[in-house]
C-alpha cells in the first residue's frame, strides 16, 4: 500500500461507539482479513484453520482478564464486531494475533520463531523520537490503517498504525507518548493477562510517560515482547513476559534504546529451553536475523550520536546493511521466508506538535507522509 491511500479512520465517543466506526468503516478489509488469515493459517501450520483455532480458544482464557482489567477495550471490540458483521468470538480472536503467533510456536512443528519489527527510541540534540518497523506477515498488506482515536474523558488523543479489524499494533499519544514493540517468542506466554493488542491500546490511553511505565509493570502480560516507551527527553526499554518485566539497559547507549527480537535482559527462558530440548539441533531456530538487524539499527545510532537527525532515522529504518537480513523488508525478502513483511514504518517526532512519519510499506520503497496527532490530518509536505 502507497501512504498516500493509507486510510485514516476518526474514532470517539463511547468505546462501543469507537468500535463501531472502526468495523462499519473498514468493513470489506476486515472480511478480507478474516479470509486470508484462514488461507494463512492452513498454509503456514499445515492445519485446518477451523481445527487451528478452536484449539487456541479453548486455551485461551484472555477474555476473563480483560473483563476485569480492560472492559472498555473488550466493548469496543464488541461494537467492532457489529460494526463489520462478525461474531464476537471472531473479533476478538482477531485481536489475540501474538498471542496465537505464541500459541503455534510452542505447539506445533516446526517451531519456528516470528522475526519481526526492529524499533528504537532516541533522545539528542534534535528532541524525542521513537519508532519501528512494523514487520507482519504479508497477506496483511493492502489492510493497513490509522485509528485517530480522541478519549473523551481524559481528552487524550492517539494515533494508532494498525491493519483492518485490529484494535491496534503501535501508535504515539498527545501527552506525549510514543509506544513501539517487538515479539520475543522466546520468553514464556500463557493463557491468561493483557494481550499486547489491548496493552498497546491501554498505554497509549495513559496521560503521562510515568503513568505508562506503571501500567506496563502492573500489568500481567500474555505474551513474550519487547515494549519502546518514548516521552520528551526519555527512552525506555522493557522485555515482558507472563513470568515478569525486565527493562533492557544498554550500558553504551546513553541516548538511545533499541531492540528486535532476540532477548537481551529477560531470564524467563525456561519454557523456551524445555522445547529446544525437545527438538533435534538442526532444527531449532536460530536469531541471526534478529541480531543482524539489531545491529544495523544500533551501530547506526551510536554513530550518529546526539544531533541525529530525523533523515537519519528514516535511512536507518530503510537499511540494508545486511543485504540478507535488512531491517526494511519487501516483498522479496520474505519470499521462502517466515520473517515478516515490513506493512509500516513509524517515527514519533515527541517535541513537535507531536507528529507521527509514517510509511505504510517498506520504507525502503515507501514514501513517509506526516501526520499531526491531535487533529489526525496529514500535513503539508
Known sequence: ???????????????????????????????????????????????????????????????????????????????????????????????????????GFYTMRPARPRQKCTAFGVTGANGTHAGQNMDVPPFLDGLQALLHIRDEETGVTSLVFTVAGLIGLCGVNSAPLGLCCNALNQLTPGPTGMPVSFLVRHLLAQGSFADAVRCLMNSRHATGQNYVLAGPGQVRSFECSAGRVVEHVDPEAVHFTCHTNHVLASGDLDRYEALMREIPADERPTYRNSGQRFASMRNRLLAAGTDITLDDLKAALSAHDDPLNPVSRTERDVKGSAIGFTAGSVIYALDQGPTLHVASGPPCQTPYEAVDVHTGRRLAR
Open 1 to 103: 500500500m502507497q501512504t498516500r491511500d493509507l486510510p485514516i479512520i476518526h474514532l470517539s465517543g463511547s468505546p462501543r461507539q469507537r468500535g463501531r466506526v472502526h468495523g462499519e468503516s473498514l468493513r470489506p478489509q476486515i472480511h478480507e482479513h478474516v479470509r486470508r488469515h484462514y488461507d494463512y493459517v492452513a498454509d503456514y501450520f499445515g492445519q485446518k484453520p477451523d481445527d487451528y483455532l478452536n484449539r487456541f480458544a479453548a486455551w485461551s482464557r484472555h477474555a476473563d482478564y480483560l473483563a476485569l482489567h480492560a472492559p472498555d477495550l473488550l466493548e469496543e471490540v464488541e461494537g467492532l464486531a457489529e460494526g463489520a458483521g462478525l461474531s464476537r468470538r471472531q473479533a476478538l480472536l482477531m485481536q489475540l494475533v501474538d498471542e496465537e503467533w505464541a500459541f
